[in-house]
């Protein structure tokens, strides 16, 4: 992974005997952009510039050891879990993994509990000891049926009824997207589902796991490779005209790479606070959830509980959503959805450019679908190069 300069860039491939143009200029080294940087360098030879405007590589699942020593996800919590046993196999070519269940706890009336909503929960905030098949029934009871489920309202309110739905949806998700859930689609709020037996994870997938050291160091194995040269503290709009490469796969916002031609894509934002504790421990667990309206943060995460890591001192970070910002979050609703279509037109009439990733497709995925979705953009390529002659081969 050398990494070059502006000045280097230009005059193309830092590898001795290489084309002067690089085959590919990647934009963005988070997820997307590293894994179809490692694939396309390793797999097909070919000869890749990885950017990013940021100062690092690994995007928002960047981790860092602060000045106290912890180790700390820049950009909020980042948990690995999937079900796809092909994308633990690739990430496991560049770190090993330490197992790790996700468990969040909500403040809820003054007390601490478990979401997603389950067992426990519903006993505890209603001080009841109630059975699975109990729980069952009291749900069922409360619940509201919606003939059409739409919104993130309509999930929720359908599946535990309108007072659970206030207490441990409607505030945190106006807070999270600057939205009520009626404005939203279901698909934000089914992420999160209700159980009535006692599983407290926050995950069921079948691996749930993290990077033994770290996010970053996976990614700086990835992207380690005499064929990759990564530059950074650089936007794309530096190099566009500045650099010369053959094809672009762009993993930053697809509205800003037209200009905001059709208008923007909302994005919603996040402002992290950090702050290191003279306390070993702050909280039970890694995560606790405030869906009360009048506090200002949606939630606190305290990082040793997803490190591991052994230290007298404890490190935390409080999220306060906001619209401007780094751009975080897609907003799924029906009218950026509509925008997004046109925006993918367009991509589509763009010969030379292929968007990527969670900015780049406008898609609420979490990690192991990016993976998921640049190793099929690989397939493809692969595919395609297979079919053609080498030196057009390069035109996915
Ligand atoms: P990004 O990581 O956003 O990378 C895009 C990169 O492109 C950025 O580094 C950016 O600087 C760069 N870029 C953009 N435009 C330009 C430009 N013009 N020029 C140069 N560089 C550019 N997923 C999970 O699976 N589990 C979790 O627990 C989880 N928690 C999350 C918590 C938070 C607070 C957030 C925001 C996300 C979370 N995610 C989680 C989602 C996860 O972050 C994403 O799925 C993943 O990081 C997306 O990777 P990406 O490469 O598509 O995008
Ligand atoms: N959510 C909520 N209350 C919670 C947790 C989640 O209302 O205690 C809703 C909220 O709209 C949130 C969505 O469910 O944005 C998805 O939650 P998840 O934890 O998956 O969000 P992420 O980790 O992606 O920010």
Not at 84 to 89: F, G, M
Not at 348 to 354: C, S, Y
């Amino acid at each position: 992974m050398p990494q070059i300069t502006l000045e280097a860039a230009r005059s193309g491939p830092s590898r001795q005997g290489a084309d002067s143009a690089y085959d590919y200029l990647i934009v963005g080294a988070g997820f997307a952009g590293s894994v179809i940087a490692e694939r396309l360098a390793e797999g097909l030879g070919r000869q890749v510039l990885l950017i990013d405007r940021r100062n690092h590589i690994a995007g928002n699942a960047y981790d860092h050891y602060d000045a106290a020593g912890l180790l700390v996800h820049r950009y909020g919590p980042h948990i690995f879990h999937t079900n796809a046993q092909r994308i633990v196999d690739y990430l496991s070519r560049f770190t090993q993994w330490r197992p790790y269940e996700h468990r969040v706890l909500a403040k809820v009336d003054g007390q601490l509990l478990p979401i997603p909503i389950n067992l426990a929960t519903l006993n505890a905030l209603y001080g009841l000891s109630m059975t699975s098949a109990q729980a069952e029934q009291f749900l069922a009871e409360r619940a509201e049926p919606v003939a059409t489920i739409r919104t993130s309202e309509d999930v929720v309110v359908n599946q535990i009824g309108r007072e659970l739905y206030e207490k441990f949806f409607r505030g945190y998700t106006r807070k999270q997207w600057g939205l009520d859930p009626s404005a939203l689609d279901k698909s934000v709020t089914s992420r999160v589902p209700t159980r009535t037996n006692e599983d407290d994870r926050y995950f069921t997938d079948t691996f749930q796991i993290m990077p033994r050291d770290g996010y970053t160091r996976m990614f700086e194995r990835m992207i380690d490779h005499p064929r990759i040269d990564l530059l950074l503290s650089t936007d794309f709009k530096q190099v566009r005209h500045a650099v010369k490469f053959r094809h672009v796969i762009y993993c930053g916002p697809i509205d800003e790479y037209f200009d905001f031609q059709l208008g923007r894509l909302p994005y919603r934002s996040l402002r992290f606070e950090h702050q290191t504790l003279e306390q070993e421990r702050y909280q039970p667990v890694a995560v606790v959830n405030f869906p009360d309206p009048e506090v200002p943060y949606t939630r606190i995460t305290e990082y040793k509980h997803l490190t591991g890591q052994t230290h007298p001192r404890t490190s935390i970070s409080y999220e306060f959503p906001c619209d401007d910002g780094d751009p975080y979050y897609p907003v799924p609703r029906p009218e950026n959805a509509e925008l997004y279509k046109r925006y993918r037109a367009l991509a589509e009439q763009t010969p030379n450019v292929t968007f990527l990733g969670r900015l780049g497709t406008y898609k609420y995925y979490n990690m192991d679908q990016v993976v998921g979705q640049a190793l099929a953009l690989y397939r493809d390529i692969e595919a395609q190069s297979a079919a053609l002659p080498a030196e057009a081969g390069l035109d996915a």
